[in-house]
């Protein structure tokens, strides 16, 4: 099939175009590089069914036909998606709409990168996919957090309306190569600073507890929700339903990477989730998924992915 990846060139993006190719697609890219890198799709560049497109969806989309959509185009990190608030809301909502609009056009099927983060501070443990959420809807989170249910929204609003063939996940932690060191998400920041020997900053106690999921586990997740059938269209929770603290999480790193960095604490920044886990019953029942990665092998894999790139990976310009 010729698919789109919005987003194509950020962490998980790359990692979707690369699994595309393999299973024998043509795969377009689009990317405007805020938080993507050319060097996550350097290995790509040479592959004649990829093709990379430098583009910001909140711009309308013009392409040739496509048989499917992934997007996963917005800035997911809070160091990220707070430096500029109206655009990482504009990118979740009008961007969504443009998606929605192309493939309105060609009947392509469309399928949205949500977030865990439409759960806000929950007060269910674990986390439903019937669970309306606990948001702040003016805190410093909420451009973000806010920006993919009004995304979540707008689908199924098309898909009801206009017969749009629409898929939603709901991603939880994710990590692995291609993580950018800067990114401001935990298991990133941890593995930046134990293998730099500084020491590892936890908000709070670093009691506050968190899911990881492998990037590779989450890309299978989001290849079969994709290609199940139309009937089912979501939305289905995408996570490791294992739970550590944040605590656990830098007593870990610290081991797996022989640093001597000690923990030290700062306060909690506002609106950050006490508790996160996903109940992923759904897609166990429907999608026949389960992540198979465990915790420290994940860890591991990243750890040698940052070690590699010398623990410094700066940013290129566009």
């Known amino acids: 099939m010729r698919i789109l990846v919005t987003g194509g060139a950020g962490f998980i993006g790359s990692h979707l175009c690369r ?4 299973e024998g697609h043509e795969v377009i890219c689009l990317d405007n590089l805020f938080t993507g890198s050319r060097r996550n799709i350097a290995d790509l560049q040479e592959n004649k069914r990829f093709h990379f497109q430098f583009h910001d969806i909140v711009q309308p989309l013009r392409l040739d036909e496509v048989e499917q959509i992934y997007n996963l185009a917005c800035p997911a990190s809070p160091v990220h998606y707070q430096q500029n608030p109206v655009k990482t809301i504009e990118t979740s909502f009008i961007g ?49 957090d806010e920006g993919k249910r009004a995304a979540e929204t707008l689908f199924f609003d098309y898909h009801r309306q206009f017969k749009t063939e629409i898929k939603v996940v709901r991603i939880f932690n994710t990590y692995g190569p291609n993580m950018q060191k800067d990114d401001g998400r935990v298991i990133s920041n941890f593995i930046v600073q134990a293998l730099e020997g500084r020491d590892l900053t936890v908000y709070g106690e670093g009691l506050q507890t968190r899911s990881f999921c492998y990037v590779s586990d989450l890309v299978e997740g989001l290849c079969r929700m994709m290609n199940r059938s139309a009937n089912f269209t979501g939305p289905v929770n995408l996570g490791n339903p294992g739970e550590y603290t944040v605590r656990e999480l830098a007593e870990t790193v610290i081991r797996l990477t022989g640093s001597k960095s000690k923990i030290v604490c700062q306060p909690l920044p506002e609106d950050d989730p006490k508790r996160r886990k996903p109940d992923i019953t759904l897609a166990e029942t429907i999608l026949d998924w389960r992540p198979s990665v465990p915790l420290e092998e994940g860890l591991t894999k990243t750890i040698a992915f940052f070690k590699r790139a010398g623990a410094d990976s700066p940013k290129e310009e566009r």
Request: proline residues 6%; neutral net charge; hydrophobic residues 35%.
């Open 19 to 22: 699994k595309l190719l393999g």
């Open 96 to 144: 969504a709409r443009n998606v929605l609009d192309l493939a309105s056009v060609f009947g392509a099927r469309v399928l949205q990168a949500s977030t865990s983060e439409v759960y806000g501070d929950p007060t269910q443990h674990p986390q439903q996919e019937s669970y309306w959420g606990n948001v702040n809807p003016i805190g410093i989170r909420s451009c973000y």
